[in-house]
T-cell receptor, first 117, second 116 residues
Framework: AQSVSQHNHHVILSEAASLELGCNYS??????LFWYVQYPGQHLQLLLK??????LVKGIKGFEAEFIKSKFSFNLRKPSVQWSDTAEYFC???????????????FGRGTQLTVWP | DTEVTQTPKHLVMGMTNKKSLKCEQH?????MYWYKQKAKKPPELMFV???????INESVPSRFSPECPNSSLLNLHLHALQPEDSALYLC???????????????FGPGTRLLVL
């Protein structure tokens, strides 16, 4: 079955540590890729997105992600995390080939990031 | 402005009650979505509306009834729910459904529903 995989379920870091969260998907063809963040008690917010062009995309709050087509991956990175980055991070994929995938955003199971001050 | 608003923020209802969730956006988006999110799980798509017409129903039980009265509003009518329906209900919107184009879904804060 086609899916979105986030291998890290819970990541615990100290402030100033570097972060990389993995995301792999199994959809062929062209895809639109997203990372959303959900802070405790808050709604899903868009961190960044990739549609086409430069595979290294920069988002809000110092986050960036790299699309590697050959690896079907879209990993999220941040050079130095802060306590305020503690949240749940969701990778999401929209296979942009129309038909039955129209409007469908497939989410990974999420990664809980805990940053200790 | 990328704001999607949802009311109420919290809702407690009994299994025999009828209630409605409301979602509103004023971004001119023509696609609107309902998702259900259980604790520590990703959002699960329930319904999609495109140009005020139901486009996708992910085999959701009939005790959930969506309605799109106009392009800015999306309702979810609830009747005879079960305790397992307790969850965070998220609304989202996008410019369009993304017909081979690049669409971003913007989410509202959700309604936290508890069914007793």
């Amino acid at each position: 079955a086609q899916s979105v995989s986030q291998h890290n379920h819970h990541v615990i870091l100290s402030e100033a540590a570097s972060l990389e969260l993995g995301c792999n998907y199994s959809y062929g063809g062209t895809v639109n890729l997203f990372w959303y963040v959900q802070y405790p008690g808050q709604h899903l917010q868009l961190l960044l997105k990739y549609f086409s062009g430069d595979p290294l995309v920069k988002g809000i709050k110092g986050f960036e992600a790299e699309f590697i087509k050959s690896k079907f991956s879209f990993n999220l990175r941040k050079p130095s995390v802060q306590w305020s980055d503690t949240a749940e991070y969701f990778c999401a994929v929209n296979p942009s080939r129309g038909g039955s995938t129209l409007g469908r955003l497939y989410f990974g199971r999420g990664t809980q990031l805990t940053v200790w001050p | 402005d990328t704001e999607v608003t949802q009311t109420p923020k919290h809702l407690v209802m009994g299994m025999t009650n009828k209630k409605s969730l409301k979602c509103e956006q004023h971004m001119g988006h023509r696609a609107m979505y309902w998702y259900k999110q259980k604790a520590k799980k990703p959002p699960e798509l329930m319904f999609v509306y495109s140009y005020e017409k139901l486009s996708i129903n992910e085999s959701v039980p009939s005790r959930f009834s969506p309605e799109c009265p106009n392009s800015s509003l999306l309702n979810l009518h609830l009747h005879a729910l079960q305790p397992e329906d307790s969850a965070l209900y998220l609304c989202a919107s996008s410019q369009d459904l993304g017909t081979l184009s690049q669409e971003t879904q913007y989410f509202g804060p959700g309604t936290r529903l508890l069914v007793l």
